[in-house]
């Protein structure tokens, strides 16, 4: 199997995981906004680097997860579902191995549905509930 076929698997895979990781938050009763589509793009570390610097000149350390979340009103066809946001993972980072990935996952889901680490207790309740979603995710 090519490359870019087991890219294509991987990040399917990956995009249904992000839509539970999504629930669970929501099930949690800690995230705001509602599960939607979670597209999910594996990159390279030159790729992950170049995005970084173009969206996020003043974020500090690896570029290992960056998520962005879709604009409100952003046009698309009436039958396309409304998207919650996009995650790019850095393969080169994680080997594309899925347990280096899925926290990474998780984390960039988080901060789709709005949580944030700038703050200590952000980073707080933000850790204790990724704590929580991977011990679920490692039970299923």
């Known amino acids: 199997m090519e490359k870019g076929q087991k890219d294509n698997i991987l990040r399917k895979k990956l995009e249904r995981l992000a839509s539970k990781m999504a629930k669970m938050a929501l099930v949690a009763g800690r995230a705001r906004g509602k599960a939607r589509i979670i597209d999910i793009f594996l990159l390279d570390d030159a790729e992950m680097k170049r995005l970084k610097k173009r969206f996020l000149p003043r974020e500090k350390g690896p570029a290992n997860v960056l998520s962005f979340s879709e604009p ?17 993972l850095n393969t080169d980072l994680t080997g594309s191995k899925m347990d280096k990935l899925i926290p990474l996952l998780l984390h960039g889901v988080l901060h789709l549905l709005g949580y944030d680490h700038k703050k200590k207790n952000d980073r707080i309740k933000m850790e204790k509930l990724e704590k929580e979603i991977m011990k679920q995710i490692s039970n299923v």
Not at 72 to 88: A, D, I, S, T
Request: aromatic content about 12%; overall charge neutral.
């Open 72 to 88: 409100k009103g952003w046009p698309r066809p009436k039958e396309e579902p409304e998207k919650l946001g996009e995650v790019y």
